[in-house]
């Protein structure tokens, strides 16, 4: 069992900056790969990143590549998600989650992969 607890949602202009971060409690936070979805309402849950266990492999959504960086500290068992050059159709609830039966250098990209779930952080972007 792990708990995540997101962090670091807001209200910000288009074009500006967001970090987000979940804070993993429980098992050993290397046994999980991590990503972050998103959900507006009445759609579903949409994939954003991932990051496999250790951190060596990275996967994005089209729609924020180039834009979303997603990273982890193990020592601090945190994943994080940058955000730049946010633009209004960014905004969504924001999840943290993780995977506790992926391999190594797995980036699983499905929401039903993913065993835990974090209560979601708002973002809001302003044109």
């Known amino acids: 069992q792990v708990q995540l607890v997101e962090s670091g949602g807001g209200l910000v202009q288009a074009g500006g900056s967001l970090r987000l971060s979940c804070a993993a409690a429980g098992r050993t936070f290397t046994n999980y790969a991590m990503a972050w979805f998103r959900q507006t309402p009445g759609d579903d849950r949409e994939f954003v990143a991932v990051?496999?266990?250790?951190?060596?492999?990275?996967y994005y959504a089209e729609s924020v590549k180039g834009r979303f960086t997603i990273s982890r500290d193990n020592a601090k068992n945190t994943v994080y998600l940058q955000m730049n050059s946010l633009k209004p159709e960014d905004t969504a609830v924001y999840y943290c989650?993780?995977?506790?039966?992926?391999?190594?250098?797995?980036?699983?990209?499905?929401?039903?992969?993913?065993?835990?779930w974090g209560q979601g952080t708002q973002v809001t972007v302003s044109s």
């Open positions: 989650a993780a995977d506790r039966n992926a391999q190594v250098l797995d980036v699983p990209r499905s929401p039903p992969e993913y065993d835990y």
């Open positions: 990051i496999s266990r250790i951190g060596g492999r990275t």
